[in-house]
């Protein structure tokens, strides 16, 4: 099955960085790997995506390992605003996969 | 400019009634997608429209539940003779579409319970 694998929860201490990452080894050549995060009782939010180089934009950097079957996503100085879900997803024939997601938890 | 909305934003509803979920996603996007979170879960892809092509519904869990898309903009999914295991969160987004633009944008989802 078409699916991606994170950790189902990590702590980052305010102002480090936080590397969360995400295995999508079944993604084919052309699909692109999207990350969003949910803060509590709201809707995802998207936070930026590849395909096959290193993404980076005023949220987050994106680092997408060679072979394309594994990703991390980099909140270079994590605040207390980033605790979240976390999820990893990729477009798997347009139908999004999503798995239960990361649990950051940035710490004071 | 505005978002998605959803409506109602809290449903409570009786165990096999029918309820409509409503979604408006932003204005010229031709995707339009329709998720389902269990509480402490991640999110279950349900239905997914794209222009005017036939809709990929795959994902839906039974005959009870459909949707439908008029005029390729708002959408209505529609739960039959609602169960308890039905309620969740319902979640639309829409995108603009295209290879490399199915960014989503979701709309703060409608709350189900049914009793």
Known sequence: ?108 | GAGVSQSPSNKVTEKGKDVELRCDPISGHTALYWYRQSLGQGLEFLIYFQGNSAPDKSGLPSDRFSAERTGGSVSTLTIQRTQQEDSAVYLCASSSGGRGAETQYFGPGTRLLVL
């Open chain 1, 1 to 108: 099955d078409a699916k991606t694998t994170q950790p189902p929860s990590m702590d980052c201490a305010e102002g480090r960085a936080a590397n969360l990452p995400c295995n999508h080894s079944t993604i084919s050549g052309n699909e692109y790997v999207y990350w969003y995060r949910q803060i509590h009782s709201q809707g995802p939010q998207y936070i930026i995506h590849g395909l096959k180089n290193n993404e980076t934009n005023e949220m987050a950097s994106l680092i997408i390992t060679e072979d394309r079957k594994s990703s991390t996503l980099i909140l270079p100085h994590a605040t207390l605003r980033d605790t979240a879900v976390y999820y990893c997803t990729a477009d798997y024939g347009q139908n999004f996969v999503f798995g239960p997601g990361t649990r950051l938890s940035v710490l004071p």
